[in-house]
C-alpha cells in the first residue's frame, strides 16, 4: 500500500514497522508530529510527552536496558538538553535498539539557532543516517534499529526541516516482532559508568568506529550514481534533492550515513569524477572531514552560504558561480512584512501591555510569548533558550542590586517552566532574590500546536493524569507568596505586578488562563467587540494592543470628526470574524468607544480547564 | 505522462487552510498516478503569518522546494501573499488568487498601507490571471472556513481530473455534517473559472 506521509509521519511509520515499545519526546518545532502520530495511529506503541528532552532520552535508555526498541525524538537545541545522558549513552550502548531523532531547523523557521547536530555524532562517536524523503525516513529509522542492536549503540537518525515538513508517497510495511525480549538485565559493568567501567567502555566505543567505518564502505544508502566523468557531487539528505533536481545528469556520491565517512568509497568517486562539489546546508561537515582525508573537492561552503537552508536556486548558483543569472522580478516594491502575532484573545497579551506601561526589564523564554518583543507590544528585552528567564532575571537582580529593584522580571510558559524553569526558580528560593517571576500558564504547549504536559492534566492521548500545581510547587521551591492573576483583566494585573515587584524577595506569579486555540477549555467564546464610530478619537490605545482583529483606518472629511465635534485622523476597526471577545481592547479604550455586546463585560472566558 | 514536473504554489495567511487545501491536491494528483511532493512549515511562522506550500507532481519528482522563477501556478488564498510570491513565477505562468485581503500587523497599527490595485499590477504582467471571490462565496454558503473548497474547486479546472475524483478526497478530509456545504462550495468555485 501506498500513502502521502510527511517525513515525521514516515518515522512514526518506521517505528511501528521496527516493532517499537516505548517512544517519547518533548515538542519542538520541526520534530513535533513525530510523536503526535505515534499517539494517534500506533498504539501498540508506549508513547509519551516527556518533561523534557533529558528525560525523553533517559526514557528510552530504561528501556532500551529492558531490551525493547525505543525511540526518542527532538528538535535540533532539544539534543543540547539531552546531550549529558546522549554523550554518555555512547559508551554504554543498547540492549534494544535505540534511535534518537534529531529535527534541525536550517533557517530558524521555530527556533533560536540553527545548530548543525551532524557534530553531535563525531562528537559522541555515534553513527547517523540522514534520510533525503518520506521513503528513506521511514527505511532508515528501521535499519537505525538493526544497526543499534548489531554495533551496540544509539542510532541517531538526522532530520532538517525540509524532510519532516514535507510530504511524499511511501511504501508502507507489515511491523516485525524486533528480536530481543524484553525482561530485567543487571549488566553492571556494561551499563554502570563508574570510572573504571567506563575507562573500559571507552576503548569499545573506539573499536565500535571502525567496525562502522567499515560498514559505511558496504552501507547501499552510501550509493553511488555514476552518469558523467567530469562533475560530481557528494550530498547527502536534502541536498541530494535539490542537486539532482538542478543538475540530473551530474554523478553523485549520496552518503545516507554521514558519520562514520566510508573513506575508500569517497577516494573511489574522486577517481571516477575530476570535479567533485560537496553540497550540504549549514557547517561544511562533510568538506571538513573530506579534505581532512586529503582529497581536493573543486568546491563547497566557498560556493554555498554557511548560514540559512539551500534550495535548489542557491544550489544551482553556487555551482555555475559567476555563470549563473538569477531570474529577473516582476515586482520590487517593499510589501509589509507579515510576521507571525499573539492570536486575538491570547491570554499572553495583557500581561505584555502591563509590562510595557511598566517600562520594566522582561527577561523572556521560548514559546509563543517570545512574540511580546515584537511591536507594538515591545515588553520582552532577552531570550536564550529553554528555561532562560528565571535564571537571566535572577542573576541581573544580583548585579543590579538596590539599582534594578522592582524593574526586573521574568516571563515562562507552563510547559517551558515545567521543562526547564523549576530548576532555576529553586536557585531564585535558594539563593534569594527580588526577581518577579511569571509564568504564562495557558495550560498548554502552545507554539508547537498545543500539546499536553505535565501542567495540563492530560496525557499525550489524551487520559486524565496527575496535574502540577504552580502556586503549591512554588512554596516548595521557596516563594513565600506566589499570586494568580486573571490574565485578562488590566487592573488586576497591575495590581498585582506592582505588589510584587516592590517586594525585596522572590515572587512568583502565575498568569492562569487557557490559549484561546485550546477549544476543550471553553465553554463559549464572547461575543465580538465593536467600535462605537461616533465616539472613537483614533487614540490607538486599543490599536497599540497588537491585536490581529483590530485595525487603524485613516479617515477623511466629515469622518475626521467625532460625534461631539473631537477631530480625528482615523478610527479603530474590530474584525467581527475575528475576535473572540476577550475585552482587553474595551478596558483600555478612554472615551468608551468600544461597546460590548454582553450585558456584563465579563474580564475573561468561562472556561473549563481545572474542574 | 509529461517528463516536466509541475509546480504549484499555494500562498497565504495562517488559518486560511493553505496546507489543507495542498494536502488534498497532492492526494488527488497521487490518486491520478503522479510522484507527488510537497513542503511547508509549521510552528511559529505559522501564528498568524505568512503560510506557504510547495506542491509538485510529475514522472519523478526529486526537490520538494520549487526553484525561484519555476512556478507554473501561483495559488493565492490572499492578495497580498498574490503579490509578494509573484517573483516566483516562470514569464507565462498562471495565478489564480482569492479576492480578500488580510491585513498585515504594520497595516493594522497604521503604519503602512495595504498595497492599492493588486489584481491590476498583477494583471498589467501575467495575462492568465483568475481573480475568485472565493471568501465571499465561502460566506454566501454559510461558513467562512469553506473559502479553501471554493478555491480548490475553481483551481480544479485547470486539470482533467474529474469533478467527483476531487470531492472524494476532500471530502475524506471533512466531517460528514459539512459534506453538503463543501459539495457546494466546490462547485460554485468551478463556475469560477471558464
Not at chain 1, 558496504?218 to 541536498?239: A, L, Q, V
Not at chain 2, 501556478?73 to 501573499?81: D, K, R, S, T, V
Request: hydrophobic share 40%.
Amino acid at each position: 500500500m501506498r500513502k502521502i506521509l510527511s517525513g515525521n509521519e514516515a518515522i512514526a511509520r518506521g517505528a511501528y514497522e521496527a516493532g517499537v515499545k516505548v517512544a517519547a519526546a518533548y515538542p519542538g518545532t520541526p520534530s513535533t508530529e513525530i510523536l503526535e502520530t505515534i499517539a494517534e495511529e500506533y498504539k501498540e506503541i508506549y508513547a509519551e510527552w516527556s518533561t523534557n528532552e533529558k528525560v525523553a532520552l533517559e526514557v528510552v535508555i530504561g528501556a532500551s536496558m529492558a531490551g525493547a526498541r525505543a525511540m526518542a525524538c527532538m528538535k535540533h537545541v532539544g539534543l543540547n538538553v539531552a546531550a549529558d545522558p546522549f554523550m554518555t549513552l555512547s559508551y554504554v550502548g543498547v540492549i534494544g535498539g535505540l534511535v534518537l531523532v534529531t529535527c534541525d531547523d536550517p533557517e530558524l523557521y521555530s527556533s533560536q539557532n540553527e545548530q548543525d547536530n551532524r557534530n553531535y555524532a563525531k562528537f559522541a562517536k555515534v553513527p547517523m543516517l540522514e534520510p533525503s524523503d518520506s521513503q528513506e525516513a521511514k527505511d532508515f529509522v528501521k535499519l537505525g534499529f538493526e544497526l543499534s542492536e548489531r554495533f551496540d549503540t544509539v542510532v541517531m537518525l538526522r532530520s532538517v526541516t525540509r524532510v519532516s515538513h514535507a510530504k511524499g508517497i511511501v511504501k508502507l510495511e507489515e511491523p516485525i516482532a524486533p528480536p530481543v525480549t524484553i525482561e530485567i538485565r543487571k549488566q553492571t559493568e556494561k551499563f554502570t559508568m563508574l570510572p573504571s567501567f567506563a575507562r573500559v567502555r571507552h576503548r569499545v566505543i573506539e573499536e565500535r568506529l571502525l567496525k562502522l567505518k567499515e560498514f559505511a564502505e558496504e552501507f547501499e544508502g552510501n550509493r553511488m550514481e555514476i552518469n558523467n566523468s567530469d562533475f560530481g557531487i557528494i550530498t547527502s539528505g536534502i541536498s541530494y534533492q535539490y542537486a539532482k533536481e538542478v543538475f540530473p545528469d551530474f554523478s553523485y556520491l549520496k552518503l545516507g550515513m554521514v558519520w562514520p565517512l566510508p573513506k575508500n568509497l569517497i577516494k573511489e568517486f574522486f577517481k571516477k569524477v575530476k570535479r567533485v562539489y560537496i553540497v550540504e546546508e549549514l557547517d561544511p561537515f562533510l568538506e571538513d572531514n573530506i579534505r581532512a582525508m586529503g582529497f581536493k573537492p573543486k568546491g563547497g561552503k566557498d560556493r554555498f552560504p554557511l548560514c540559512g537552508e539551500l534550495n535548489p536556486l542557491l544550489v544551482e548558483k553556487g555551482i555555475r558561480g559567476r555563470g549563473f543569472k538569477t531570474p529577473k522580478p516582476y515586482f520590487q516594491e517593499p510589501l509589509p512584512p507579515r510576521p507571525p502575532n499573539l492570536c486575538p484573545g491570547c491570554p499572553h497579551r495583557g500581561i505584555f501591555a502591563v509590562l510595557r506601561k511598566l517600562k520594566v526589564y522582561v527577561a523572556g523564554d521560548i514559546g509563543c510569548y517570545t512574540l511580546g518583543a515584537y511591536p507594538p507590544l515591545n515588553s520582552l528585552h532577552s531570550n536564550v533558550c529553554m528555561g532562560s528567564s528565571v535564571g537571566a532575571a535572577h542573576g541581573m537582580a544580583k548585579a543590579l542590586g538596590e539599582a534594578g529593584k522592582g524593574k526586573i522580571v521574568g516571563v515562562i510558559g507552563d510547559s517551558t517552566f515545567l521543562h526547564a524553569g523549576v530548576s532555576p526558580l529553586m536557585d531564585i528560593g535558594y539563593n534569594r532574590s527580588y526577581a518577579t517571576i511569571i509564568i504564562l500558564d495557558n495550560r498548554t504547549t502552545g507554539m508547537t500546536g498545543s500539546q499536553e504536559h505535565p501542567g495540563s492534566g492530560y496525557t499525550i492521548r489524551g487520559e486524565k493524569t496527575h496535574q502540577v500545581d504552580f502556586i503549591e510547587l512554588g512554596r516548595v521551591l521557596g516563594i513565600e507568596n506566589p499570586r494568580k492573576v486573571n490574565p485578562w483583566d488590566l487592573e488586576e494585573i497591575e495590581k498585582v505586578l506592582k505588589e510584587e515587584l516592590e517586594k525585596d524577595e522572590p515572587s512568583l506569579i502565575v498568569n492562569e488562563g487557557p490559549c484561546i486555540l485550546l477549544r476543550r477549555a471553553f465553554k463559549k467564546y464572547n461575543q465580538p467587540l465593536k467600535v462605537d464610530q461616533s465616539k472613537c478619537i483614533g487614540c490607538k490605545s486599543c490599536v497599540n494592543l497588537g491585536c490581529p482583529a483590530i485595525s487603524y483606518q485613516p479617515v477623511e472629511g466629515e469622518m475626521a470628526l467625532t460625534a461631539d465635534g473631537k477631530k480625528r485622523k482615523g478610527i479603530a476597526y474590530i474584525d467581527p470574524t475575528l475576535c473572540p471577545g476577550c475585552h482587553l481592547c474595551f478596558q483600555v479604550c478612554k472615551f468608551e468607544a468600544i461597546q460590548s455586546q454582553e450585558e456584563k463585560p465579563i474580564f475573561g472566558f468561562e472556561t473549563v480547564v481545572n474542574t | 505522462m509529461e517528463n516536466r514536473t509541475t509546480n504549484i504554489l499555494v500562498a497565504g495567511v495562517g488559518g486560511q487552510g493553505v496546507i489543507l487545501a495542498s494536502d488534498i491536491m497532492s492526494e488527488v494528483f497521487m490518486e491520478a498516478g503522479y510522484d507527488v511532493k510537497k513542503s511547508e512549515v509549521h510552528g511559529m511562522a505559522m501564528r498568524g503569518g505568512i503560510v506557504t506550500s510547495h506542491f509538485r507532481f510529475g514522472k519523478k519528482v526529486y526537490s520538494p522546494l520549487i526553484k525561484e522563477g519555476e512556478v507554473d501556478i501561483l495559488f493565492a488564498f490572499e492578495q497580498l501573499e498574490g503579490l509578494r510570491w509573484l517573483n516566483h513565477l516562470r514569464p507565462e505562468g498562471k495565478i489564480l488568487m482569492n479576492d480578500h485581503k488580510v491585513n498585515p500587523p504594520a497595516v493594522n497599527l497604521g503604519e503602512m498601507g495595504y498595497p492599492q490595485a493588486i489584481p491590476e499590477t498583477i494583471r498589467s504582467k501575467f495575462k492568465d490571471f483568475y481573480l475568485v471571490k472565493g471568501t465571499e462565496i465561502a460566506l454566501q454558503i454559510g461558513d467562512v472556513r469553506a473559502a479553501n473548497v471554493v478555491l480548490l474547486g475553481a483551481f480544479s479546472r485547470f486539470f482533467e481530473i474529474a469533478e467527483q475524483k476531487w470531492l472524494d478526497i476532500i471530502l475524506k478530509y471533512l466531517p460528514p455534517k459539512v459534506h453538503d456545504l463543501n459539495r457546494r462550495a466546490f462547485s460554485s468555485g468551478r463556475e469560477q473559472v471558464a
